[in-house]
């Protein structure tokens, strides 16, 4: 079965400086993956390599083609949503104006009613602050529009930036047991990136794990999970 996305010696720049030195992983349609690693490992700095929002090298293809090159708005028409660290909700729009505004590049108004019914099902929260500008919901609200605003696009791949950051734990595991839902019953592939290592392997099936811009451990995410040379060595925990 070939991969839906295939990255191949992926190196990326800030400047003169590089951030990620030939790396090469892949994820196969339908899989939940997480990249792990810590602060400054080179995770975020994949995600929008692979968007291309920044100078890199290598091969990117997703479903077989070549993103190499193409926009970062041509990357979402193909059906890739990135949800980046920060939520980057439009904090002066209402909830359901953040909804609509995550489906602009489609024209089919009854089904996009339909999907906002559905993101309102996924998080009913969202359905009691509909109204309400999406600057003033609280951290887990905030993750979660920019979480359903993603999914208004209809995306075959979903890239998640540390979609754990700053909130509560129940927020958290309410959060991930979502995007589990989500990958099961909407056949969204997810990449997350989390520095809750012990979190994101309890919904992925395959790991990666970064240091210093290299891939240094690949595999199941359970035998990672339970390979404690590994948590202690890469993981902290």
Known sequence: ?????????????????????????????????????????????????????????????????????????????????????????????????????GAITRSDTKAIAGDIERMYGHFPKLRER??????????????????ARALMLRPRLMLLDEPSFGLAPLVVRDLF????KINREDKVTILVVEQNAQLALEIAKQAYVIETGRIVMSGDAKEIADNEDIRKSYLGY
């Not at 990326?12 to 951030?19: E, H, L, M, R, S």
């Not at 997480?34 to 400054?40: D, R, S, V, W």
């Not at 109204?131 to 979480?147: I, K, N």
């Not at 047991?177 to 589990?180: A, C, E, K, S, V």
Request: charged fraction near 15%; proline fraction near 2%; glycine fraction near 14%.
């Open 130 to 147: 509909s109204s309400q500008q999406a600057g003033t919901l609280s951290g887990g609200e905030q993750q979660m529009l920019a979480v």
């Open 1 to 101: 079965m070939s991969a839906m996305l295939d990255i191949q010696d992926l190196r990326a720049y800030y400047g003169q400086v590089q951030a990620l030195h030939g790396l090469q992983f892949s994820l196969n349609e339908g899989s939940v993956t997480t990249l792990l690693g810590a602060n400054g490992a080179g995770k975020t700095t994949t995600l929008r390599s692979i968007c291309n929002m920044i100078r890199s090298t290598g091969t990117i293809r997703f479903e077989g083609k070549p993103l190499t090159g193409k926009s970062t708005e041509s990357i979402v028409k193909l059906g890739i949503a990135h949800v980046p660290q920060g939520r980057g909700t439009f904090t002066r729009m209402t909830v359901e104006e953040n909804l609509q505004l």
């Open 177 to 180: 047991g979502i995007l589990g």
